[in-house]
């Protein structure tokens, strides 16, 4: 596939690279973890195969084989030749055909997933992009006017819907059924987020506690893959606290002396030395991922064990909604 | 071994070991990375040691599925399962799992072209050039923490005598392996950044190295002394690594 027009920031991305934070080497990986699972699923890859993130603006990319995508997270209302497609299904595509993007309605962040992945070295056990030492994905940056990249063999799995939906007339075919992104990435504009207290919760003042909790935030445009700016009520620490650095994560909600608050991302650094006030509970990384610069958000506290059982819940969402999609994959395109 | 446990969220858990910056803490930290290490816990997903913590990163439904396994029917909570297995590996360790400490030697070509605020470093307080580079020498510096960017060593020991402010404005570009000094705290930039120290030399050595396993020169707990070179010799010592 071939990259026409790169759209504002579009980069490689999978799950993430683990296990080198130890070396200062930071995780990267997709922004909304639910978007970039489910769009695997949709087209049979199962090996974490990297997918494109894009923000905001998506790019202009033509299909030089046949091959089998789909659109999930933020939508920027994808078009194929020119017509509207459908996201959360598998599409099918012709050889030739370009797939386009227009207004993004919902959510920042879109993800394009296609059968067998697209294929860069592994670097660190990763395909992700971590741009800022030029490490990973394609070549260590985001993606250019006429970049061409390479795409992974199908899954049997994909096999079976590629073959159903190839027989159609039409130079692209998108499948009859979908999967229900409403409790996925849902952007929710003027969300509740869901945090718990952060180990220096008790160092703020009781009154920054209760700001922090009743009142609005506002994400600003400063904020990025690294992470996000909220501005609203400043928060305070009772006294001033010596903070020695250590691992942060993602979600973390830290506080620097000028009393905003900054939330942890994908391309956070691997430690922080700023007094963290919560941490966002995982079942709502996906909602944080798709805020857009001017969202306003709530934060609302939940207990350690709220949080868990909650991640819980959507793993074994996850796991049906795969239960569901395999078996739709299996049958094809027939309903 | 004294230690506390909170969460970092609903899939980490940061094991303290102790409110100050010290050798002794670092010799726990190293520990229980190296332990972390050779014996990965069930669902952990990976380790990020720090000055006086070490933090793991775990899977909560692998940690709940090992639970199961093992016929753990309490706790239900993935996060009190983790805690039970830090703990009781904290309990084995014995002095079998206590790591030695390696100790590096940095060649470093200081001032000129390579270490261009070496002459600033000296002005500020009030020492020669020549003696910037003997108190940075005769030091023998411990690694607290690789972090802020790929093999960037958190280093400690340097001597108060060779303190200096960061620069007002950062430069746009620092070569890679470039020596600095930033307050009263040294350091080497593992990969071409902006940044704000004052730098007093280069070495040629690379501290972040993909064709390396694992990638980086350093670790947390080594001993690190650096050795004046000439220009030629970080030529040579340069060009050797192309």
């Known amino acids: ?335 | 071994m004294k230690y506390e446990l909170h969460p970092l969220g609903d899939s980490a858990v940061i094991v303290h070991l102790g409110d100050k910056i010290s050798e002794e803490t670092n010799v726990l930290v190293r520990n229980i990375s190296l332990l972390l290490e050779e014996q990965p816990l069930p669902g952990m997903i990976e380790f990020v040691p720090a000055f006086t913590s070490v933090t793991v990163f775990y899977n909560p439904l692998k940690v709940l599925q090992n639970g199961k396994r093992n016929g753990k029917r309490k706790p239900d909570s993935p996060y009190e399962l983790i805690c039970g297995e830090i703990e009781s590996a904290i309990h084995k360790i014995g002095p079998e799992n206590k790591s030695e400490a390696r100790n590096v030697e940095i060649p470093v070509c200081y001032g000129g072209e390579l270490g261009p605020d070496i002459e600033l470093v000296a002005q500020h307080n009030n020492l020669t050039t020549d003696e910037v580079i003997e108190i940075h020498t005769e030091a023998e510096y411990l690694v607290y923490m690789i972090g802020f960017a790929p093999g960037f060593p958190y280093l400690g020991g340097m001597s108060e005598k060779i303190a200096a402010p960061r620069k007002e404005s950062p430069r746009l570009k620092i070569p890679a392996g470039s020596v600095g000094i930033a307050g009263s705290q040294t350091g080497i930039y593992p990969i071409e950044t902006p940044g704000g120290w004052q730098l007093i030399g280069q070495t040629p050595l690379k501290l972040f190295d993909l064709d390396q396993d694992p990638p980086t020169l350093l670790r947390a707990g080594d001993k690190i002394r650096f050795h004046p070179i000439s220009t030629t010799e970080f030529e040579k010592l340069k060009g050797g690594q192309e």
Request: some cysteine; glycine content about 10%; overall charge negative.
């Open chain 1, 1 to 335: 596939m071939k990259i026409v027009k790169p759209g504002l920031q579009t980069t490689i991305q999978d799950a993430g690279r683990y296990g080198y934070q130890r070396f200062g080497v930071i995780v990267s990986g997709v922004m909304d973890q639910l978007a970039y699972r489910i769009g695997n699923l949709l087209v049979g890859n199962s090996n974490g195969e990297a997918c494109l993130e894009m923000t905001m603006k998506g790019p202009e990319i033509e299909f030089e084989k046949d091959v089998l995508i789909t659109i999930t997270g933020g939508d920027f209302s994808p078009k194929i030749n020119d017509e509207p497609v459908k996201m959360w299904r598998p599409i099918y595509i012709r050889a030739g055909s370009v797939l386009k993007f227009g207004a993004c309605t919902v959510g920042f962040r879109s993800y394009l997933a296609v059968a067998g992945g697209i294929v860069v070295p592994e670097i660190m056990e990763s395909r992700s992009t971590y741009l800022r030492a030029e490490i990973g994905g394609f070549e260590g940056r985001a993606l250019d006017s006429g970049d061409s990249l390479t795409m992974g063999e199908r899954s049997e799995r994909a096999d079976h819907i590629f073959q159903q939906l190839s027989d159609s007339e039409p130079p692209y075919m998108e499948s009859d059924w979908f999967s229900a992104a409403e409790w996925g990435t849902e952007a929710d504009q003027n969300g509740v987020i869901r945090v718990i207290q952060g180990r220096e919760w008790n160092r703020f003042t009781r009154e920054s506690q209760e700001k922090f909790t009743n009142t609005e935030y506002e994400l600003t445009p400063q904020s990025d893959r690294m992470g996000f700016r909220f501005k609203g009520e400043r928060l305070e620490l009772s006294e001033q606290v010596e903070m020695i650095s250590e691992a942060v994560s993602f979600g973390t909600i830290q506080v620097p002396s000028e009393g905003n608050l900054i939330t942890l991302l994908a391309d956070r650094q691997t430690t922080g030395g700023y007094p963290k006030i919560a941490q966002i509970a995982s079942v709502d990384f996906s909602k944080v991922a798709q805020l857009k610069p001017g969202a306003k958000v709530r934060f609302k506290l939940v207990t350690h064990k709220e949080a868990e059982s909650l991640y819980l819940e959507q793993e074994r969402h996850l796991q049906q909604l795969e239960q569901g999609i395999s078996l739709k994959l299996r049958e094809g395109g027939e309903s």
